[in-house]
């Protein structure tokens, strides 16, 4: 059973880099399936897709976020990273990671969530 | 790449059916039938119920329909039940490897 953990802190303040671990089990991180990434949700909003990475390396970005986002992967530890650099208090969300299945072309398996609070 | 646009909220008694549209533009919804539906209860992550517009994952009950047309692709949920009240989002690809979602729709079984 596939499964996938974000890790991080809970609380960055602002101007300062937001940083995520996405921890995958279960399954390898280095499919030739698979994209794994990331998707955010401020509280009482819609959901906003950040970006993907292949196990390779080769990352995609929201263009709305591409300035300021590095997502990046681990394959000896099944994992990938999200850096989310100057961030603001519009930065405040649920952070989740998920997988996007190829064949599919949709996000198949979601980690719970983390709440990154950006607060001084 | 602008949010997918989508009703609020929509609403419907236990048995009847209701339909949840979803607008694009030609360089994601009308160019790609990828549309992909999310289910969101409330403090849980998304749950995938529709993929590439039509198809259902392995244990999505059959009371979950997708279609498009042109720019709008829909979510159609037949024999409504207690248990399908949530938050529903769509998501279209929308070329070169990038996403882009609706603003979601809350469903309330009256």
């Known amino acids: 059973q596939l499964q996938l953990q974000e890790s991080g802190p809970g609380l960055v303040k602002p101007s300062e880099t937001l940083s995520l671990t996405c921890t995958v089990s279960?399954?390898?991180?280095?499919?030739?399936?698979?994209?794994w990434g990331w998707i955010r949700q401020p509280p009482g909003k819609g959901l906003e897709w950040i970006g993907v990475?292949?196990?390779?390396?080769?990352?995609y970005y929201n263009p709305s976020l591409k300035s300021r986002v590095t997502i990046s992967v681990d394959t000896s530890k099944n994992q990938f990273s999200l850096k989310l650099s100057s961030v603001t208090a519009a930065d405040t969300a649920v952070y989740y990671c998920?997988?996007?299945?190829?064949?599919?072309?949709?996000?198949?398996?979601w980690g719970q969530g983390t709440l990154v609070t950006v607060s001084s | 790449q602008s949010a997918l646009t989508q009703p609020a909220s929509v609403s419907g008694s236990p048995g009847q059916s209701i339909t949840i549209s979803c607008t694009g533009t030609?360089?994601?919804?009308?160019?790609?039938?990828?549309v992909s539906w999310y289910q969101q209860h409330p403090g849980k992550a998304p749950k995938l119920m529709i993929y590439?517009?039509?198809k259902r994952p392995s244990g999505v009950s059959n009371r979950f329909s997708g279609s498009k047309s042109g720019n709008t692709a829909s979510l159609t949920v037949s024999g409504l039940q207690a248990e399908d009240e949530a938050d529903y989002y769509c998501?279209?690809?929308?070329?070169?490897?990038?996403?882009?979602f609706g603003g979601g729709t809350k469903l309330t079984v009256l």
């Open positions: 030609s360089s994601d919804v009308g160019n790609y039938n990828l």
């Open positions: 590439e517009g039509s």
């Open positions: 279960g399954g390898s991180i280095s499919s030739s399936s698979y994209y």
């Open positions: 998501c279209s690809y929308a070329g070169s490897t990038t996403w882009v």
């Open positions: 998920a997988r996007d299945d190829t064949t599919m072309v949709s996000f198949d398996h």
């Open positions: 990475i292949y196990y390779s390396g080769g990352t």
